[in-house]
């Protein structure tokens, strides 16, 4: 199976998904909750070539493909200011994963919107 994500944070996000499906051995997991259904989605053999597909993955950079992003209400954040914990974003624009990254970062300038536009009024 080959993944084409946008960027090498994307790409590190990813393989992080698979390893830890591998290694928690998701496909059973979902094989029994599959099975627990009143409609099975699952035909009988699939597992068997999702858990190759998951060991055998090619997770792959591509910077043209859409990055992975998040709805804007399910950002939060701490106001770097005034300490403010915060939800969403200004705009209500989606987050890509790697913005999101620099915002949790300790050096991030992440402010919550009172402070933001205190620091246009000066």
Not at 23 to 48: A, F, R, V
């Amino acid at each position: 199976m080959r993944i084409i994500v946008n960027n090498k944070k994307e790409e590190e996000l990813v393989e992080r998904f698979l390893t830890l499906a591998h290694d928690y051995n998701l496909i059973d997991e979902l094989e029994d909750i599959d099975k627990e259904c009143c409609e099975q989605s699952m035909l009988e053999g699939d597992t068997i070539f999702l858990e190759s597909a998951i060991c055998d993955a090619l997770v792959m950079v591509e910077p043209d493909v859409p990055p992975i992003c998040i709805d804007s209400d399910s950002v939060d954040g701490v106001c770097v200011t005034c300490g403010a914990l915060t939800n969403g974003t200004f705009n209500g624009e989606e987050m890509s994963y790697e913005d999101y990254l620099d915002m949790k970062s300790s050096d991030s300038n992440w402010q919550c919107e009172e402070c933001y536009n205190k620091r246009d009024d000066t």
